[in-house]
């Protein structure tokens, strides 16, 4: 991949006799959102300390706009948001934020309107000790937001929020990367990346299994579509004899095909006719695919 502002050739890390991450090589341009997906130990946090310096290379090689991990420049481009953020509990929510400002080198002018786009302007000017793990959350997301990062990393970002709190946080992703971040999130929320980021990685016991966007992770896997074919009363028999399908309750039948066999398998379903009450066809999604490159299916 060129220009890649977050760019991971073959990076290997290895702690005494044990290999936590097996040559992964992994790159984002700018804009990008790449969900970083794998197991607890898959070697998800071993990939982002290693990037954000935090730990080193036993192997292979990692530049974060185009500078080592750790350096000053790589350190001033890179925002980090941990699963389990810890603030000062006696500060209020601006002395935080106006703290991380100073640090970073940004004016203190952006904490007010930071504070007000993730939601916590009412909150400002309480201590932090009184506010939820929510709240929490989105103040980190505030510090992410300094300074307008080159590479933002987040580990599990969703943690503590609520459906509308994390519907409004990717529309934040959203903004980052359209401001030319190169985004890396760590999630378990499958449903939730699937659909708000551009490609997905898959670690699985430190080796990179998958890399590439859903739909081409979709073909490669070859796994077949569901149809679930609703019987009109008592049809349900003769539906699943004229098809071939699986019974799965009193009144539905099962059948699985390849994905490019979908359009003659619904047209060869339209001659039962008045059989059937109603046809659902369900694509394999995102838990399917993790399921399979985590346990030993390859792109």
């Given at each position: 991949?060129t220009?890649a502002?977050?760019?991971i050739?073959?990076a290997?890390k290895?702690r005494?006799s044990?290999r936590t991450?097996n040559?992964v090589?992994?790159?984002l341009?700018a804009?990008?959102?790449v969900?970083?997906?794998?197991h607890?130990?898959?070697?998800?946090?071993?990939?982002?300390?290693?990037?954000?310096?935090?730990t080193p290379?036993t192997?292979?090689?990692?530049?974060?706009d185009?500078?080592?991990?750790?350096s000053?420049?790589?350190?001033?481009a890179?925002?980090?948001l941990?699963?389990?953020?810890?603030?000062?509990k006696?500060?209020?929510?601006r002395e935080?934020?106006?703290l991380?400002?100073?640090l970073?080198?940004?004016?203190t002018?952006?904490v007010?309107?930071?504070?007000?786009?993730?939601g916590?302007a009412?909150?400002?000017?309480?201590?932090?000790?009184?506010?939820?793990?929510g709240m929490r959350?989105?103040?980190?997301l505030a510090q992410?937001?300094?300074?307008r990062?080159?590479?933002a990393?987040?580990d599990?970002p969703?943690?503590?929020l609520?459906?509308?709190s994390?519907h409004?946080?990717?529309?934040?992703?959203?903004?980052?990367?359209a401001?030319?971040?190169a985004?890396l999130?760590?999630?378990?929320?499958l449903t939730?990346v699937e659909?708000?980021t551009?490609r997905?990685a898959?670690?699985?016991?430190g080796d990179l299994v998958?890399?590439?966007t859903l739909?081409n992770?979709?073909?490669r896997?070859?796994?077949?579509t569901r149809?679930?074919i609703r019987?009109?009363?008592?049809?349900a028999?003769?539906v699943?004899?004229?098809?071939?399908?699986?019974?799965?309750?009193?009144?539905s039948?099962?059948?699985l095909?390849a994905p490019?066999?979908?359009?003659?398998?619904?047209?060869?379903?339209?001659?039962?006719?008045?059989?059937?009450?109603?046809?659902?066809?369900t694509?394999?999604?995102?838990?399917?695919l993790?399921?399979?490159?985590a346990?030993?299916?390859?792109t």
């Amino acid at each position: 991949m060129t220009d890649a502002v977050l760019s991971i050739a073959a990076a290997t890390k290895e702690r005494g006799s044990l290999r936590t991450l097996n040559a992964v090589s992994l790159d984002l341009r700018a804009g990008e959102r790449v969900a970083l997906l794998g197991h607890n130990g898959a070697g998800k946090t071993t990939l982002m300390k290693l990037i954000l310096g935090l730990t080193p290379l036993t192997d292979g090689r990692i530049t974060v706009d185009g500078a080592a991990p750790g350096s000053a420049h790589a350190r001033a481009a890179t925002a980090y948001l941990p699963e389990a953020v810890a603030f000062h509990k006696s500060l209020t929510g601006r002395e935080q934020l106006a703290l991380f400002a100073r640090l970073a080198g940004v004016s203190t002018a952006q904490v007010g309107p930071l504070l007000e786009r993730v939601g916590l302007a009412d909150a400002a000017d309480r201590r932090i000790g009184t506010w939820s793990k929510g709240m929490r959350q989105r103040l980190g997301l505030a510090q992410v937001l300094l300074g307008r990062p080159r590479v933002a990393l987040l580990d599990e970002p969703t943690s503590g929020l609520d459906p509308i709190s994390r519907h409004e946080l990717y529309a934040i992703i959203d903004e980052l990367a359209a401001e030319g971040a190169a985004v890396l999130i760590a999630s378990h929320a499958l449903t939730e990346v699937e659909a708000r980021t551009d490609r997905i990685a898959i670690l699985s016991h430190g080796d990179l299994v998958a890399n590439d966007t859903l739909a081409n992770l979709s073909r490669r896997a070859g796994l077949p579509t569901r149809l679930r074919i609703r019987a009109m009363p008592g049809a349900a028999d003769r539906v699943a004899g004229q098809t071939g399908g699986a019974r799965v309750n009193g009144a539905s039948v099962e059948i699985l095909c390849a994905p490019e066999n979908k359009m003659e398998e619904l047209r060869r379903l339209s001659h039962l006719g008045d059989l059937v009450a109603d046809i659902e066809m369900t694509p394999p999604g995102l838990e399917d695919l993790y399921r399979h490159y985590a346990e030993g299916g390859r792109t």
